[in-house]
T-cell receptor, first 117, second 111 residues
């Protein structure tokens, strides 16, 4: 199994509080992703990183920020949590190769279930 | 927005049956992934393919690039195959911004 861990695995918080989810990898993969999974939707990309201090927005980035100060850690922060951010969050890593020629396999963390009351 | 469509959404079958799950997409891709998610569990990559066919144990994945269609087959299905199966594609020309996912097919295999 790929060495990827998420913390916390479960969290209940109140509207308006800040929340940080951590993704830690031991694979030295360059690419890291944060997705959210909600009923009736496929996995949706929040933010991704293609290197240390290199991040970009995904499809549903509003209300979220990320940071990557080390290769192994990718943090997702909700500055002021809202009930619409209640979801299961998945981190994924990939050693993405050349665009259009190949795409590295994705490895997922176990998920972090966040409930915002 | 490029979509990934899976069918069926839900499938219940008896142990031993041959299972087929379908995935279609709209434009050219560089790779297609099949993923498995058990209830309450994490997501595991089953296959990544860009052409032809791959086989792993009782699982077979095929892709037809011209028809923009892929299938996941399970032979001699077993209750432990019960899971959500997710198709995801990497569109050609895209950057490192991950995959586009289907909504998943919920498979239940009854003993």
């Amino acid at each position: 199994d790929a060495g990827i861990t998420q913390s916390p695995r479960h969290k209940v918080t109140e509207t308006g509080t800040p929340v940080t989810l951590r993704c830690h990898q031991t694979e030295n993969h360059r690419y890291m992703y944060w997705y959210r999974q909600d009923p009736g939707h496929g996995l949706r990309l929040i933010h991704y990183s293609y290197g240390v201090k290199d991040t970009d927005k995904g499809e549903v980035s509003d209300g979220y920020s990320v940071s990557r100060s080390k290769t192994e850690d990718f943090l997702l922060t909700l500055e002021s949590a809202t009930s619409s951010q209640t979801s299961v969050y998945f981190c994924a890593i990939s050693e993405y190769l050349l665009a259009g020629l190949n795409t590295g396999e994705l490895f997922f963390g176990e998920g972090s279930r966040l409930t915002v009351l | 927005k490029n979509e990934v469509e899976q069918s069926p959404q839900n499938l219940t079958a008896q142990e031993g049956e041959f299972i087929t799950i379908n995935c279609s997409y709209s434009v050219g891709i560089s790779a297609l992934h099949w993923l498995q998610q058990h209830p309450g569990g994490g997501i595991v990559s089953l296959f990544m393919l860009s052409s032809g066919k791959k086989k792993h144990g009782r699982l077979i994945a095929t892709i037809n690039i011209q028809e923009k269609h892929s299938s996941l087959h399970i032979t001699a299905s077993h209750p432990r195959d019960s899971a959500v199966y997710i198709c995801a594609v990497k569109y050609s020309g895209g950057g490192a911004d991950g995959l586009t996912f289907g909504k998943g097919t919920h498979l239940i295999i009854q003993p």
